[in-house]
């Protein structure tokens, strides 16, 4: 995946911008579809300070437009936002959708009566590229996520379980149901990411078979019904 990254920048000219709208625009018709309607629902989303994140951010975003009460939970610090998904969240903050850091501005009894109010949690802490388990404040949101009871939709992989082995770690969010961006990792598809992971759906982000035959991977386009495959 990070190869795949690399060329949809450096050589096919597919911006970091484009794909976090792409998966953050299906992972919002996926929230829709999982509460069968919009309005009237709560939806708390828990961003991690990169691509991600902003994913979860833009996600946010079109629920927001769709009249669902959305806040915005962020692991960090706005300052340590990859720039991208900072934009993103300079957007929400001028829809004056709710957004808020964990640890500096929610007390635990606070950040727990939210999640656990909330008809759903949408997971955007980590992704692929996380190294090791989860750490310091994005830990400890995932850990107050798993205890509160509410529904999970984790955009690429549930924040903890290893991409590449489905490990978990102690602190894992075990998802209702996961949006993975591309292609699947390859942890999901073993025993314990599949329990983890919930319903994996794949979503399409726009990237051409000829990218993926430049990585040297076949590549049966399975978007051709529409933009998120159901994985069974």
Same mark, same amino acid.
């Given at each position: 995946?990070?190869?795949?990254?690399?060329?949809?920048?450096?050589? %096919?000219?597919? +911006?970091?911008?484009?794909? #976090?709208?792409? /998966?953050?625009?299906?992972?919002?018709?996926?929230?829709?579809?999982? #509460?069968?309607?919009? &309005?009237?629902?709560?939806?708390? !989303?828990?961003?991690?300070?990169?691509?991600?994140?902003?994913?979860?951010? !833009?996600?946010?975003?079109?629920?927001?437009?769709?009249?669902?009460?959305?806040?915005?939970?962020?692991?960090?610090?706005?300052?340590?936002?990859?720039?991208?998904?900072?934009?993103?969240?300079?957007?929400?903050?001028?829809? $004056?959708? *709710?957004?808020?850091?964990?640890?500096? =501005?929610?007390?635990?009894?606070?950040?727990?009566?939210?999640?656990?109010? +909330? =008809?759903?949690?949408?997971?955007?802490?980590?992704?692929? +590229?996380? =190294?090791?388990?989860?750490?310091? *404040?994005?830990? $400890?949101?995932?850990?107050?996520?798993?205890?509160?009871?509410?529904?999970?939709?984790?955009?690429?992989?549930?924040?903890? #379980?290893?991409? =590449? &082995?489905?490990?978990?770690?102690?602190?894992?969010?075990?998802?209702?149901?996961? #949006? &993975?961006?591309?292609? *699947?990792?390859?942890?999901?598809?073993?025993?314990?990411?599949?329990?983890? +992971?919930? $319903?994996?759906?794949? /979503? $399409?982000?726009?990237?051409? *078979?000829?990218?993926?035959?430049?990585?040297?991977?076949? %590549? /049966?386009?399975?978007?051709?019904?529409?933009?998120?495959?159901?994985?069974?």
């Amino acid at each position: 995946m990070r190869e795949i990254d690399r060329l949809a920048e450096e050589d %096919f000219g597919i +911006s970091l911008a484009q794909m #976090m709208e792409l /998966a953050g625009a299906g992972l919002a018709r996926l929230a829709a579809e999982a #509460m069968g309607r919009t &309005t009237g629902k709560r939806v708390t !989303v828990l961003s991690g300070a990169g691509n991600n994140g902003g994913g979860g951010l !833009v996600a946010a975003r079109h629920l927001a437009n769709r009249g669902t009460e959305v806040h915005v939970v962020l692991a960090q610090p706005v300052g340590r936002l990859h720039v991208a998904a900072r934009e993103r969240l300079l957007t929400l903050i001028e829809m $004056d959708v *709710p957004c808020c850091v964990a640890a500096w =501005d929610l007390g635990a009894g606070e950040l727990e009566a939210l999640l656990a109010d +909330s =008809d759903l949690l949408i997971d955007a802490l980590l992704g692929y +590229s996380a =190294d090791g388990p989860p750490r310091g *404040p994005v830990r $400890d949101l995932g850990e107050r996520a798993a205890g509160s009871g509410t529904s999970v939709l984790s955009l690429d992989l549930p924040c903890g #379980m290893d991409p =590449d &082995t489905g490990a978990v770690d102690d602190a894992a969010l075990r998802a209702t149901s996961t #949006m &993975t961006i591309a292609l *699947p990792k390859r942890g999901q598809l073993t025993a314990s990411g599949r329990r983890q +992971s919930g $319903d994996l759906y794949l /979503a $399409d982000i726009g990237l051409p *078979p000829a990218l993926y035959a430049r990585a040297g991977l076949y %590549f /049966a386009d399975p978007f051709l019904a529409g933009p998120l495959v159901h994985l069974d």
